[in-house]
């Protein structure tokens, strides 16, 4: 028995009615392709909207996952993170074991550092360490700090000193360096006082791998500011020079 014209009229119908909705509405969960590779998320602070929505796979970037820390985000005691205008490398960048990592700081008053801690006015190095355990009345060291997770302030984590001050900055009376280095574009606006902390990678001991890490520092009228960064350590080729970051 045939199939009148009618029917073949209503299967054709139906079949491209489903074939629209395929199209429109993807696979079906078991075609779905699996995705390999880390999904990184660029940086959100970002002024392009674009890039800061923007998601990649099978990108050999820094796999960004938010910092699990009470003093990550502000309130409570972290009163002024805004008081930490820029930090390099950027978030979710790279930098190599040979190379330094900074923050710069700025208030209204000179930043703190520990009680009598001296630096060259030429290049910024410490050349005679402050009593680097004296704490400002929230408790927390006056002298900037870097944790690296999940070994943090708040888990009375190991604390790394700065190599270098660079700027303006309160040791109980004011000082002041020079060769601070030019800050970030995307840095936050300066006050009256800005002063850069130097980490060398090297004296850290950091060795090529992702890392989430937590800078600790006070302005200059002893409010605590903390910000938390994901960034990369890699181990620099032969043609590279020390210090340059690995474009990403």
């Not at 606006?189 to 001991?205: D, L, Q």
Request: aromatic share 10%; net charge negative; hydrophobic share 35%.
């Amino acid at each position: 028995m045939g199939i009148n014209t009618g029917a073949l009229y209503i299967i054709f119908i139906m079949l491209a009615i489903t074939g629209f909705a395929y199209i429109t509405s993807g696979p079906t969960p078991s075609q779905t392709p699996t995705l390999t590779g880390p999904e990184v998320v660029l940086n959100k602070n970002t002024t392009n909207k674009a890039q800061s929505e923007l998601q990649l796979y099978n990108f050999n970037g820094v796999t960004i996952t938010p910092p699990i820390a009470n003093l990550c985000t502000k309130g409570g005691n972290n009163k002024n993170p805004d008081a930490l205008i820029a930090y390099s490398p950027a978030q979710s960048t790279a930098v190599s074991t040979v190379g330094q990592i900074s923050l710069w700081v700025t208030d209204n008053k000179p930043p703190y550092v520990a009680p009598n801690e001296q630096a060259s006015r030429s290049s910024g190095a410490i050349k005679l360490s402050g009593e680097r355990d004296q704490t400002a009345p929230d408790g927390y060291r006056f002298e900037p700090q870097l944790y690296i997770f999940p070994h943090t302030v708040e888990t009375n984590g190991k604390p790394y000193y700065p190599d270098f001050i660079r700027g303006d900055f309160n040791n109980g009376t004011p000082q002041n360096t020079f060769n601070s280095d030019v800050m970030p574009t995307d840095a936050l606006p300066k006050k009256g006082y800005t002063v850069e902390f130097i980490w060398n990678v090297a004296n850290i001991g950091l060795t090529p791998n992702e890392y989430e890490i937590e800078f600790v520092a006070h302005d200059g009228n002893e409010n605590l500011g903390v910000k938390c960064i994901n960034i990369r350590i890699y181990a620099p080729s032969a043609a590279q020079s020390p210090g340059n970051e690995l474009p990403l």
